[in-house]
Antibody, heavy 122, light 109 residues
Framework: QVQLVESGGGVVQPGRSLRLSCAAS????????LYWVRQAPGKGLDWVTL????????YYADSVKGRFTISRDNSKNTLYLQMNSLSAEDTAVYYC???????????????WGQGTTVTVSS | QAVVTQEPSLTVPPGGTVTLTCGSSTGAVTSGHYPYWFQQKPGQAPRTLISDTSNKHSWTPARFSGSLLGGKAALTLSGAQLEDEAEYYC?????????FGGGTKLTVL
């Protein structure tokens, strides 16, 4: 079945970096665009970034632009999120999610991972 | 950046019908915003209920339906069950920027 499994979360000091991974299975990874969405404790969902199916297009929320980088390795069926210059405001559960349609990415997401928790604290 | 608005909370009796709405600060919501609806229960990841205004997934209970209503996207629950108590989020697409609504806490009581 279609599955997304995030990893790499943890506790990190302000100003430091962290890299999240999302391992995919059960579908043709290279055909789908992928999202990162986060949820701060007790708050709502917040779109972070998207990468197109072939990695040629990347979009970021203003709150993370210039600090976060999304990438993917289609040979390893894995999505990444490199997070630099972290602050307390980045504390959240980070979810990866698959775009609903092959190749298109203006639509939303259909399948979600279980999330990985990032805590930025000294 | 656009702001997407939802009712903060709604209550529906078991077996009742309720409509949640999703508005945009930029004007009327259209099919071109590709409205999505998600359900999230405490401690769980979100689950997609409705895609592209009204399309259901194989796992979407038949009692949920999506539409456009009065310039907003709408999620209607007909015949509410206790298990439908959850937070519901909508998502709108703005040409390569995606904005979630603040969520609606639905109580079945």
């Amino acid at each position: 079945q279609v599955q997304l499994v995030e990893s790499g979360g943890g506790v990190v000091q302000p100003g430091r970096s962290l890299r999240l991974s999302c391992a995919a299975s059960g579908f043709t990874f290279s055909h789908y665009s992928l999202y990162w969405v986060r949820q701060a404790p007790g708050k709502g969902l917040d779109w972070v970034t998207l990468i197109s199916y072939d990695g040629s297009n990347k979009y970021y929320a203003d709150s993370v632009k210039g600090r976060f980088t999304i990438s993917r390795d289609n040979s390893k069926n894995t999505l990444y999120l490199q997070m630099n210059s972290l602050s307390a405001e980045d504390t959240a559960v980070y979810y990866c999610a698959r775009s609903s349609f092959e190749y298109y990415y203006y639509h939303g997401m259909d399948v979600w991972g279980q999330g990985t928790t990032v805590t930025v604290s000294s | 950046q656009a702001v997407v608005t939802q009712e903060p909370s709604l209550t529906v009796p078991p077996g009742g019908t309720v409509t949640l709405t999703c508005g945009s600060s930029t004007g009327a919501v259209t099919s071109g915003h590709y409205p999505y609806w998600f359900q999230q229960k405490p401690g769980q990841a979100p689950r997609t209920l409705i895609s592209d205004t009204s399309n259901k997934h194989s796992w979407t209970p038949a009692r949920f339906s999506g539409s456009l209503l009065g310039g907003k996207a709408a999620l209607t629950l007909s015949g509410a069950q206790l298990e439908d108590e959850a937070e519901y989020y909508c998502l709108l697409s703005y040409s390569a920027a995606w904005v979630f609504g603040g969520g609606t806490k639905l109580t079945v009581l």
